[in-house]
Structure formats: structure tokens, C-alpha cells
């Protein structure tokens, strides 16, 4: 192969080699010096030749003789040894090379001196200070929980160690910071949002505020919530902050490969950019969980049942008679007895007497009661305006007798009333029409889990009312009263305790994406910082 041949408009005479710092200034005439200048700009040359001193035997001074390559000039060595043709001197000129090099060095020199000057002199603070601080660190009580007792007014050592430092302690803070500034491989590695200095300052006042989930491992503060960006509340982190770590796969991978070496930890899910595109199935309907309350409920029956009676506004039984908001409006209250379910179930015992009811909520007390029939009859005559003892025995005797007549009286009353699992009595015939009637009173085991412990007493077992399923995610209902109930739970299809009626992803998915407008962003359903393992578990 034949060597590149230079281009057309290429100059050999005024061609500098990159490796030269200086070249001869008589380079640009066409006249260059043989040697030209050394590395430290200086003109090497002198003459054409250094004579030489020759001394024959006998004589005493000797004569000088020209080493002049290709012969002896005509004229020779002047008498005091000098050649007598010297070499007209050249101007050193710096090559872009040395140019380049001058002006980044006196650019650093420069730059440092004005640094100096800057950190040096009162206006320091505004030169480094990137912004104003935030509200929540800019206040009285900040001050208070963060400031040393001995400071009054707020300082940037508060968070930056060298904050009160000067322009030494700034550079020698610089120099010791890890990874340093020279350290290129240890910087080309670092990952986005890992652990600085800084956050141990942010540790002092926020304290367990670290844990995320325990296979995820610790993010930088400051990589979510930037401070020096203006007075008022700090900015939300956005969701570029959650997908450094749930956008990526290898990272899910071992964080979910951490998980496993600690079971009691719940899962996490897999990688998720977006809501309404890779957003997994919401966890309570992947893994598929039951409902483990004892308590038995049917959905289905109470909200469609044609044996469901009406509330005494004459209205039809809903979802809002029951699941009222709380004072925030974000959740619900939780399901009481008395609030919700007396109306209906009102635990009354003898037709005759409707205003006479069994207490709720502990077996004991059903039992105390049942073997105070007489005088819980007394206490309702008494109640009722019967005020004569005679009249009031009179009254007891009465009520008891019948109870005694269609029921009986005794521990075989007390069982059904604990276990009796009957919704309708003995079938009767009135006139022509014939039928089941209903129970005289259906027994604690209709709606409970009733056992009999070991001296044959009835157990109620307590019932566990499970506030929220989603605990991992942030819900506000007084946003979504424009929605009907049943767009997102189909408890009217729900005839079982054990079933979980919540909304699939997708449904929710619906309003928000991009397309149905409503907030598709982590922060809207998702806070990052929480406080204890226990907390991931409910």
C-alpha cells in the first residue's frame, strides 16, 4: 500500500510538527536556522563552526583551525578563536502548542485568584448560596431543632461541614470529598442517587426517614428533594426520582433477590414507568388474598336482597348507610354495631316485648342478662311506666310465661340464642296462603364464629375489620365523589366475607393516563418514606 500523499494546499515550509513547543522566527521568510530554538524557547545558534586549537611541536601559541562541514571557509578562525561567519540569530516563536498551554494556565491562575477573591470577601455567602432556602428550612423552628444553641441566626454549616469554613476549608473539603476530584474511575461509577456526607446532616432532624423498603436500599435526600429553589414548600419529587430505581430491571432484580434472604418483607413489584402502560396488577388481586374476617356478610344480599327492609327514611339500603367518610374525607369511618347494623338486626328476643333487646359485643354480658330475665322485665316496666311493684310483677310473670310457651326458658334458651344459625321458624299456614315464618330470633352464630370453650360456654370470636388493603398506596375518596360506588366496587356481585372488593388497576387506569386526565404521577398514589417493616405488612 503507498503512503498518503498531503493535500493539495498543504504548505511543507510553514508545517509544525505538534511536538515542538518553539520554532525559528525566520521559519515565515524562508531563511529557518539549522538548530533552531530549544524547548525553552532559546536560539541555539552561533557560528557555522567551533575552532579548533592546534600547537605543532616547538611552537608556543598555536594557530586555530576552521571544522567547517564541507571544508575550511577562505577567511578562517578570527585570532582570538572565533569563526569569523556566524550565524544570524532567530526569533523564537511559541507554536499553538505552547500558545494553548499559556493560556490555559494563566485561565487557571486567574480562575483561582478570583475564586479566592469571591470566598474570600464579604459577598461570599451569596456566591455559593445556589438559591433561598425553602420555608421548612428557613424558619423559627428550624432554627430551634438544628441550630447550635450558641448561634442565633441560620448558618450553612447547619447542613455543610464546611460551610463556615474558608477558602482553605472549602478546597481542603473539596480535595478529601468521596470520591475527590481527580478520582476519574470512582466518579465514572458513581451512581446517580447514592449516599452523600450531606445526608447525615439531613439525618439529624429527620430521623428514620431513611427506610423505603428493605431490599431497595438507602437513596440520597438531596437526589429527591432539592433544596435553593425559592421561599415556600420544597418541590414534590418527580417521577424521574422513582424510576431511577423502578425503571430499572437489574435493579428491581436485586432488590427482590434481597427480599428473598428476608421473607417477613413483602415483595416488590417489577419495573414500572408508567401508570397505565407497565404499572403491575395491584398486589391485592396478583397474589390473590382472602378475606380472613369470621365475620359473615353478603354483599350482594343487602344491597339487592327483596328481603333487605327499608331504612326509616323509607330509602333502600346503599353503600353510603354503612361506609361513611371520616372528618379528612380521605377514608372511611370503620363498621359499628350500633350505627349500622341495629337497624336492621336490632337483637330483639320477644316479639311481645320489641323494646326489650339483647346487649352486643360480649358473650358474658349476653349470658348475665339471660339469667336476669326477671329483672331486666322489671327494669322495662319500669321504663315503660309501670310504676306499681304489683303491676310490675304482674307484667314479668306475663312476659316470661309466653317467652317460657313458645321458646322455653332455661341453658337450652341460652344455646339457640348463641348458636342458632336459623333465619326462618316452623312453617304455618294463615288462610290460604302458606309458608316458613320468620326466626323468633336469629342466634349470634348467623352473622358470628360462635365455639364453646371448655365448660361448654359460647365464644364469640372477635371480628377483624381490615381498614385499608392497599397499604402501600395513598387514596382520597372525597376526590372520586363524582363516582357511583360501583364504577370501582362490585359489591353487588360480592356474596362471600372472604372476598376483597377492590378496583383492578386498569380501572383506575381509566381516569388516570394520559388520556383520561386525571394525575398519572408515583407521587399521587405512592409515598416513598415509611417507618417501620411493620408498616410495609399491613
Known amino acids: 500500500m503507498s503512503d498518503q500523499l498531503p493535500a493539495p494546499d498543504f504548505d511543507s515550509q510553514s508545517y509544525e510538527r505538534s511536538n515542538q513547543k518553539w ?214 419529587p418527580t417521577d424521574a426520582n422513582c424510576i431511577l430505581c423502578h425503571g430499572e430491571a437489574t435493579t428491581m432484580q436485586a432488590a427482590t433477590r434481597e427480599k428473598r434472604r428476608t421473607p417477613a418483607t413483602p415483595a416488590l413489584a417489577g419495573v414500572a414507568r408508567n401508570f397505565a402502560n407497565d404499572h403491575p396488577e395491584f398486589r391485592v388481586h396478583a397474589e390473590k388474598p382472602r378475606d380472613a374476617n369470621t365475620l359473615k356478610f353478603n354483599h350482594a344480599l343487602h344491597l339487592t336482597g327483596e328481603t333487605i327492609p327499608k331504612l326509616k327514611n323509607g330509602g333502600k339500603l346503599d353503600c353510603r348507610f354503612c361506609h361513611q367518610p371520616d372528618a379528612a374525607g380521605r377514608y372511611f369511618r370503620g363498621i359499628k354495631f350500633e350505627n349500622h347494623c341495629q337497624v336492621c338486626h336490632s337483637l330483639q328476643f320477644d316479639p311481645e316485648t320489641p323494646g326489650l333487646t339483647l346487649p352486643h359485643g360480649n358473650p358474658d354480658s349476653v349470658s348475665a342478662f339471660l339469667h336476669s330475665l326477671p329483672r331486666q322485665y322489671a327494669d322495662f316496666a319500669a321504663r315503660s311506666g309501670v310504676t306499681r311493684p304489683a303491676e310490675q310483677t304482674q307484667f314479668v310473670e306475663e312476659r316470661l310465661e309466653r317467652l317460657r310457651a313458645r321458646v322455653g326458658l332455661g341453658e337450652d334458651f341460652e344455646k339457640r340464642v348463641f348458636f342458632s344459625t336459623a333465619s326462618t321458624g316452623p312453617e304455618m299456614q294463615v288462610g290460604a296462603v302458606r309458608g316458613a315464618t320468620p326466626a323468633l330470633y336469629p342466634g349470634c352464630a348467623y352473622c358470628h364464629e360462635v365455639k364453646p370453650d371448655n365448660e361448654n360456654k359460647a365464644q364469640i370470636t372477635k371480628p377483624i375489620m381490615v381498614e385499608r388493603w392497599l397499604s402501600g398506596a395513598e387514596f382520597n375518596h372525597q376526590k372520586h365523589t363524582s363516582l357511583a360506588c360501583a364504577k370501582c366496587h362490585e359489591a353487588e356481585k360480592s356474596r362471600a366475607t372472604s372476598d376483597i372488593i377492590l378496583p383492578v388497576k386498569q380501572t383506575c387506569a381509566g381516569c388516570h393516563s394520559g388520556s383520561g386526565g386525571a394525575p398519572e404521577s408515583c407521587a399521587s398514589c405512592h409515598v416513598y418514606h415509611i417507618k417501620s417493616v411493620e408498616a410495609l405488612q399491613r
Open 23 to 236: 520554532i525559528c522566527g525566520n521559519a515565515s521568510q524562508g531563511k529557518p536556522c539549522r538548530l533552531g530554538p530549544d524547548n525553552g524557547g532559546h536560539c541555539r545558534a552561533t557560528s557555522e563552526c567551533v575552532p579548533v586549537l592546534e600547537t605543532k611541536p616547538g611552537e608556543t601559541k598555536g594557530r586555530w583551525r576552521c571544522t567547517r562541514s564541507g571544508g575550511a571557509c577562505e577567511t578562517g578562525p578570527l585570532p582570538d578563536g572565533k569563526c569569523c561567519r556566524p550565524i544570524p540569530k532567530c526569533s523564537p516563536r511559541p507554536t499553538l502548542r505552547t500558545r494553548r498551554g499559556q493560556l490555559t494556565r494563566w485561565t487557571i491562575a486567574a480562575t483561582f485568584a478570583l475564586l479566592l477573591i469571591l470566598l474570600g470577601g464579604p459577598w461570599r455567602t451569596r456566591f455559593i448560596n445556589p438559591g433561598e432556602l425553602s420555608t421548612p428550612h428557613s424558619g423559627d423552628a428550624f432554627r430551634k431543632a438544628s441550630a447550635d444553641p450558641n448561634h442565633f441566626d441560620q448558618n450553612c454549616e447547619t447542613c455543610h461541614k464546611a460551610g463556615q469554613s474558608g477558602p482553605s476549608g472549602l478546597i481542603t473539603a473539596a480535595f478529601h470529598s468521596s470520591p475527590g476530584p481527580f478520582e476519574i474511575e470512582k466518579l465514572a461509577r458513581a451512581k446517580t442517587g447514592n449516599m452523600t456526607a450531606l445526608d447525615q446532616s439531613c439525618q439529624k432532624c429527620h430521623t428514620s426517614h431513611l427506610l423505603h423498603h428493605p431490599g431497595a436500599g438507602n437513596i440520597s435526600c438531596s437526589f429527591c428533594h432539592r433544596e435553593h429553589r425559592g421561599a415556600g414548600p420544597m418541590a414534590a
